[in-house]
């Protein structure tokens, strides 16, 4: 794609950034197709609001919330696209009672398109995980977590796409190094393999032989660290060349507005990740000219 913009738009800042002068309001309105990806991270079983006198996040969240303004931007735009990030188990009663029961069947019923894994998803271990796969009506996607010689083997897939007003979206997904985090007893012969490569292998795939006019990535390794060398959403952005969104997990960071990060052949990647636990829905809006030219309109919304 030869030109990319980012605007981004919200409550207190306006971010605008143009390869070769396209913007939105540059192009024929009947020419433009837009494209709504929604997405969230970090859920952690949390299916109810926070209580009004919570320290941190009073009366925030709640996937009722969640579920409603979903339902109005299907609305607004009936080619949206809703993913997740990884770690959805662990950190209410609800995963300790149900395993994972319950987030699975109402993810399904807010029609999540697809999620990839986290390293909290494996608390209940790889045989707890698949106990579950009957209830997930979306898509597991992870490229680089190999499941041979475990029971999640034939239950995941590295890609997936999907077509929306004619436009082909690719995604992939990525997970954090399991050791050190999870007990080897819990993921066992679960192997991890180093993302970056894995997802230059992925994206070349969905670029030139699926021929996708948008790739995104739904990762779960983090925004950035202090150690440069411990893989990071930031960092795989410049690695990548077709990669034009990295959804991101695992380091609750809150984002206003999605990260700018330039690739490897100078073209824009955009990095988004909305926090934690279910209070922010991540929402950007992808604009497509007549020749397939890309703007973009990013933001947050507080459930």
């Given at each position: 794609?030869?030109?990319?913009?980012?605007?981004?738009?919200?409550?207190?800042?306006?971010?605008?950034i143009?390869l070769?002068?396209?913007?939105?309001?540059?192009?024929?309105?009947?020419?433009v197709?837009k494209?709504?990806?929604?997405?969230?991270?970090?859920?952690?079983s949390?299916?109810?609001?926070f209580?009004?006198?919570?320290?941190?996040?009073a009366?925030?969240?709640?996937?009722?919330r969640?579920a409603?303004?979903?339902?109005?931007i299907?609305?607004e735009?009936?080619?949206?696209?809703?993913?997740?990030?990884?770690d959805?188990?662990?950190?209410?009663?609800?995963?300790?009672?149900?395993?994972?029961?319950?987030?699975?069947?109402?993810?399904?019923?807010?029609k999540?398109?697809?999620?990839?894994?986290?390293?909290?998803?494996?608390?209940n271990?790889?045989?707890?995980?698949?106990?579950?796969?009957?209830?997930?009506?979306?898509?597991l996607?992870s490229?680089?977590?190999?499941?041979t010689?475990?029971?999640?083997?034939?239950?995941?897939?590295?890609?997936?796409?999907?077509f929306?007003?004619?436009?082909?979206?690719?995604?992939?997904?990525?997970?954090?190094?399991l050791?050190?985090?999870?007990?080897e007893?819990?993921?066992?012969?679960?192997k991890y393999v180093?993302?970056?490569?894995?997802?230059?292998d992925?994206?070349?795939?969905?670029?030139?032989?699926?021929?996708?006019?948008?790739?995104?990535?739904?990762?779960?390794i983090?925004?950035?660290?202090?150690?440069e060398d411990?893989?990071s959403?930031?960092?795989?952005?410049t690695?990548?060349?077709y990669t034009?969104?990295?959804?991101?997990?695992?380091?609750?960071?809150f984002?206003?507005?999605?990260?700018?990060v330039?690739?490897?052949?100078?073209?824009d990647v955009l990095?988004?990740q909305?926090?934690?636990?279910?209070?922010?829905?991540?929402?950007v809006?992808?604009?497509f000219?007549?020749?397939?030219?890309?703007?973009?309109n990013g933001?947050?919304?507080?459930?």
């Amino acid at each position: 794609m030869d030109r990319r913009t980012f605007l981004d738009r919200t409550s207190t800042a306006s971010l605008f950034i143009g390869l070769g002068g396209l913007s939105v309001a540059s192009c024929n309105q009947e020419t433009v197709k837009k494209i709504t990806i929604l997405h969230t991270n970090d859920v952690h079983s949390h299916i109810d609001p926070f209580p009004k006198d919570h320290s941190q996040f009073a009366n925030l969240g709640g996937l009722a919330r969640r579920a409603s303004l979903v339902e109005s931007i299907r609305q607004e735009n009936p080619n949206t696209l809703l993913f997740d990030a990884g770690d959805i188990f662990q950190g209410t009663p609800y995963f300790n009672f149900y395993g994972g029961e319950l987030e699975f069947k109402l993810m399904s019923k807010l029609k999540y398109d697809a999620a990839t894994i986290g390293n909290h998803d494996f608390d209940n271990g790889v045989e707890g995980l698949a106990a579950q796969l009957p209830h997930a009506k979306f898509k597991l996607l992870s490229a680089n977590y190999d499941f041979t010689n475990t029971l999640m083997a034939g239950h995941v897939k590295p890609w997936e796409t999907y077509f929306a007003d004619g436009i082909k979206v690719g995604v992939y997904g990525l997970g954090i190094q399991l050791k050190g985090l999870v007990s080897e007893s819990l993921f066992k012969e679960t192997k991890y393999v180093h993302p970056y490569p894995v997802a230059q292998d992925m994206e070349r795939i969905l670029k030139t032989e699926e021929k996708c006019d948008l790739i995104i990535c739904l990762s779960h390794i983090g925004y950035e660290y202090k150690n440069e060398d411990r893989p990071s959403d930031i960092k795989l952005a410049t690695k990548t060349k077709y990669t034009d969104l990295i959804i991101g997990g695992h380091t609750h960071t809150f984002l206003e507005r999605p990260t700018v990060v330039k690739n490897q052949i100078g073209n824009d990647v955009l990095v988004n990740q909305v926090g934690c636990f279910g209070i922010n829905l991540g929402r950007v809006d992808f604009y497509f000219d007549a020749a397939k030219n890309i703007s973009a309109n990013g933001t947050r919304i507080i459930v």
